[in-house]
DNA sequence: CTGTTAGCGCTTTCAT
DNA sequence: ATGAAAGCGCTAACAG
């Protein structure tokens, strides 16, 4: 049905090597054949075969976003969706799809099984650190610090975290406490760093909790905080979700925000525009940035770069 | 380097065919044959090449989830992207990818174009409506109401928002609004329906606004309906994001949730939880649900189904 | 039940 | 620049 290479050869008077040639781009081609053969493929209405095109290149034909985490219920993490939906976009427009894979902290197993399905085109992992090595000759990227020789697509934390910091203490807020994620995950690194470097500079109290980058931990902690100093006046979340937590726990034990209490997020989901009080948060291009890890894995790019995170100031501080 | 499957066939002295319909599970194979070949490919550590066996096959090596929508920005869109990444992780357990493309209202040509692409082994369709029928032969399914012969993934959101307003009415609301959406989007059909059904049955006044799914159409919708009918006590949102939004508009303007007036949303997202008030909304099983359009959609179960809308009672209602 | 023989449709050396 | 030929690795129709 289908007009095939052959076929489109055929009608150009060429050999199916020219016609290759011509239509995926690789190799001369005279302007000649290339008109003939174009024409020809135009009229026959012809439309390579991507996994014949892949078989023969050797190349996979999706790209796996690898997440590696210690929850088994991945899908109810709204920037995980984002994400994938982002890279599902992105690996669209190269004819490539995305397969969605929880990955067990200690992860090397996974990652070897995954480097040896012929398959998979590039890996894409997330929640990282620098104990994961994928055994992956390339087509890697991850989102997040790159580590050892894999590019990754990152966001500037530290400077989105300080300039958050910033406009609270700007505001006069003096007793800040941060509400950071797991000492496993390298994600977490940087905002930590960047909350102490901030207090310490400034003189402030260091007011540090632990969360899981999940609402209900963020709830929590807000009350631990609220424990431990009540008379904290800002509370830094290290993304939206603990915010989101944050902002209920607050609401719960009374205090008023931002008046008592101004609370941040961080990635500037959806939701963090829906919510009352809107919550001030840092915006980060995700799409982009899943683009960059997505082309970046696939090696057509040369690497993947470091992207820029800006305040949005809404109610909550 | 890796073993082929001829390397297998050699070694375990029988012919390609035979070490293809063992390992692939397809036609009859000997006992005898069987151990053999299993154990040669066990120790050559054989792993199929999925790229051949789909071009051989003829089968495509991704599923495209089209997503019909008139906003640009699907991403944000929170159950989009929850679908997305669902899809994601059930089509890799069949070794395959997802990709997202958002479709025009008019989507004819867009269909035409996936049923032409070979790469595509499936089409999850969402977001349409009667008027949509896709281009191609089988390999389709949608996630909402089935379509002539396309089966579909319903929630059956007539039970669960008649739940919901049996509920509110249960709890003595007696003004109830609803924020609807739109009305080429067959997903807004169903609850539109109920509703209507639901107050007429009761003798309650009908009181319906447009949405779009949403938080910022939901925000105006809340302001519509307290200028229109200032006595409702109680607004019945299409989905959580528009509820999210009637939430917003209702602090704004002063209304006390639930105390004045009780919301709900549908959909239970993640967020649903994380909210003050917490929003009370009907849950569906995403996952199940994007499980069964992805496996009707490859012809690998019968039909998809209808799925429970069952309602989670928390404070906004 | 099994082997033989063609493919699936495109790419890519390697000569020319 | 171009063509012939040899794959890429597996499947499936067809005899036997």
Redesign the pocket.
Known sequence: M????????RRA????????????G?????A???QQVLAAAAELG????????R????TGTRVVFGFRDRRTDVLSDQWVCRVVAAVAEVADRHGLGVSLRRLPLDCGPDLAEIAAD?SVAALVLAGHDRSVRPAMRGRVATIGAAVDGIPGADVDSAAGLTALLTHLHAQGRRRIALVGGQRWLGAARAPRDAYASFVTAAGLPSRTVTGDFTAARGRAAARRILDRWPDTDAVVAVNDATALGVLAGLAQAGAAVPHDIAVTGFDDLPTADAVRPALSTATHPVERIAAAACTAALGLAPGAGLFPSRPVLRESA
């Open positions: 289908t007009a095939d290479l052959a076929a489109v050869a008077g060429v050999s199916p090597a020219t016609a290759s040639r011509v239509l995926s690789r190799g001369p081609a005279s000649a054949s290339r012809y439309r390579p075969h991507p996994v014949a095109r078989l023969a290149r050797g012929r």
